[in-house]
């Protein structure tokens, strides 16, 4: 079965409690994130917290997956390089670029691995949509996709094709960490420093690119309301460290 075939509702189980919802203000150091993403983790697994989305951005940075090829990282001094554990190959983060790391109890909504993939660029098309771009699928290629006939066709003489948000994922326990990211209005050309995804026949692009003059927050609103249409209702939270400069709100 394609992901195509899928269905993407992931709702919790009732009686659930809503995801916490946290928005990182400024660039988060990758390592930083990557702890207190292990500690959330570990909490939610133990029952001892509620799931988590956690938005935010990060300084110029490339991450290699799971499956990452060394030929594929072209620049290795531009910008820092860190081994991951998530899914996938090559990819660059920075400013510009919506994060948005997932932590949910699959134990809670279905524990099926594609489908969870299939989801998340669900939330991903439906964020775009609403912001009249139309994203799509490939089975071949992890991620969400914008199709450029403006742009010259590819060598086998079918339309380009860029991409606009990638995914990565791993799983502890059930439990999701890592997710995807969006290009909102990154510098483009420090994609240039690795081979994206392993996937060098298209290019990349962003909101902005495609002429939608949308800034994060607005970005943030739309993929929120996606989020919830497929993994149900949020509640808007700061993570403990960050308590005392970005008080909760509901």
Same mark, same amino acid.
């Given at each position: 079965m ?16 809503p995801?916490r ?13 990557v702890?207190?993403m ?7 697994a133990d ?5 988590? $989305?956690?938005?935010l /951005?990060h +300084?110029? *940075?490339?991450?290699a997956?799971?499956?990452? !090829?060394?030929?594929d990282?072209?620049e290795?001094d531009?910008?820092?390089?860190f ?11 920075g400013?510009g670029?919506?994060?948005a790391?997932?932590m949910l109890d699959?134990?809670?909504?279905r ?8 989801s998340?660029e669900?939330?991903?098309i ?10 799509e699928?490939?089975e071949?290629?992890?991620g969400?996709? $914008?199709?450029?006939? /403006?742009k +010259?066709? *590819? ?6 094709e !860029? ?11 059930w439990?999701?960490?890592h ?14 420093g690795?081979v994206p995804?392993?996937?060098s026949a298209y ?6 690119d495609l ?8 970005v943030?609103?739309?993929l929120?309301?996606?989020?919830e249409e497929i993994?149900?209702p949020?509640?808007r939270?700061a993570?403990?460290a960050?308590t005392e400069?970005?008080?909760?709100d509901?």
């Amino acid at each position: 079965m394609q992901r195509t075939d899928l269905s993407t509702e992931m709702f919790a189980s009732p009686g659930s409690p809503p995801v916490r919802w946290h928005i990182s203000e400024g660039l988060v150091p990758y390592e930083e994130a990557v702890a207190e993403m292990e500690r959330q983790v570990a909490a939610i697994a133990d029952g001892q917290a509620d799931e988590l $989305v956690w938005l935010l /951005e990060h +300084p110029p *940075l490339y991450t290699a997956g799971t499956s990452a !090829d060394s030929a594929d990282l072209i620049e290795p001094d531009r910008f820092p390089v860190f081994s991951t554990g998530r899914g996938g190959e090559y990819t660059y983060h920075g400013p510009g670029q919506r994060v948005a790391y997932v932590m949910l109890d699959l134990k809670r909504r279905r524990q099926d691995v594609r489908a969870y993939v299939a989801s998340l660029e669900e939330v991903v098309i439906r964020t775009l949509e609403k912001m009249n771009v139309k994203g799509e699928r490939r089975e071949d290629r992890v991620g969400v996709w $914008v199709r450029r006939p /403006e742009k +010259p066709a *590819l060598a086998d003489g079918s339309m380009a094709e !860029d991409k606009i948000a990638a995914l990565g994922i791993r799983l502890r326990r059930w439990v999701s960490f890592h997710g995807l990211s969006i290009n909102v209005d990154p510098d483009l050309s420090h994609f240039s420093g690795i081979v994206p995804c392993g996937i060098s026949a298209y290019g990349v692009t962003s909101l902005v690119d495609l002429g939608q003059l949308v800034m994060m927050a607005d970005v943030d609103i739309r993929l929120r309301e996606a989020f919830e249409e497929i993994f149900g209702p949020t509640v808007r939270e700061a993570l403990p460290a960050e308590t005392e400069t970005s008080p909760a709100d509901a």
